[in-house]
């Protein structure tokens, strides 16, 4: 690295390059946050794009994307939306990178996905590369397990993790369905390579599947062979990427004791994305989409800590107010990636389309897609 690139460095806080953010192709046009007609230029933007266009919100998108989303739902009920709707000339995906990869791979050719903000990614899916997962399983084939594994990849992976899995007999899952995704792994194969989630691999192991914590090992893809022995491979039922959720992470038995101490009666609701100690002590443990009808079908006056994303309870919280609804960490823990997707990306986005201008396509190539289709298909074709 010369000087000359060094001295360009802007000081925090002092100058503006528009360029530092990876991905994001705005050359100065996006809206202001505060701009008093945003609202109303996302309903003209809207309206002027009609039928041709599709936008997918995720439930932990903010509410002001969340007010203009056609679908609002998990990765796994907007795959199905993406592969479903064949009329749509454009889909906007207010999610994160691997979302809209997916929603890239699942529709046709002539359908264009637009992420409204490219630097909108996901640092789970950032913790399995494809060339740290190629030597895993080179690893597994050396000791002579590989043909005895079947991969199933958690969502929040990179399209080239998806495609790895449908090359050698995997398939896709979300929280919602990895349980199924399992289970079908299992009648296939020996041992089950679970990427990139270990706690989503962990708890649905043991709370779903019957097995147990002695089943499982951590591959740490920094160590050589993960770090773990021949034996430990060879006695292990399901081999866990060490990889977790930035968000679901964060959330500790601690924080499960003092919202019981706080509020007396209290029913803790948690993602399996959580540490397998929080999931263990929770009274309920589900998808995004098995939170919100937890609290749909829960009676007035209940008492709910619920351990996901900030923007879904705060959402719960005002949409069910006869309900006692608290956040179960006692900190700020919003998407920060996700929140990437805010109302002046969105406006900037469907405003260069109805001007003529097609901005953040995400486009997945053929050889990856061709594959990374195989695993989300057979995901969509699980029972």
Known sequence: MGSSRLSELLLLGQGLDLASERGVSCAGELPEASSPDLVARAVTARAALGSRAMILGHHYQRDEVIQFADITGDSFKLAQAAESNS?????????????????DILTSADQKVILPDLAAGCSMADMASAKQVDDCWAALEKIGVADRTVPITYMNSSAAIKAFTGKNGGAVCTSSNAARAMKWAFEKGEKILFLPDQHLGRNTTVLNLGLSLEDCVTWNPWKPNG???ESEILNAKVILWRGHCSVHGRFSVENIEQMRAKVPGVSILVHPECQHEVVSRADVVGSTEMIIKTVENSPVGSKWAIGTELNLVQRLANRFPDRDI??????????????????????????????????NQISVDTETAKFAKVALERMLALP
């Open 87 to 103: 009329s749509a000339e454009f889909i906007f995906f207010c999610g994160v990178h691997f979302m809209a990869e997916s929603a």
């Open 326 to 359: 608290h956040f179960l960490d006692k900190t700020v823990c919003y998407c920060s990636t996700m929140n990437r997707i805010d109302l002046p990306h969105l406006v900037w986005a469907m405003e260069s389309l109805v001007d003529g201008r097609l901005v």
């Open 227 to 229: 770090g773990l022995s």
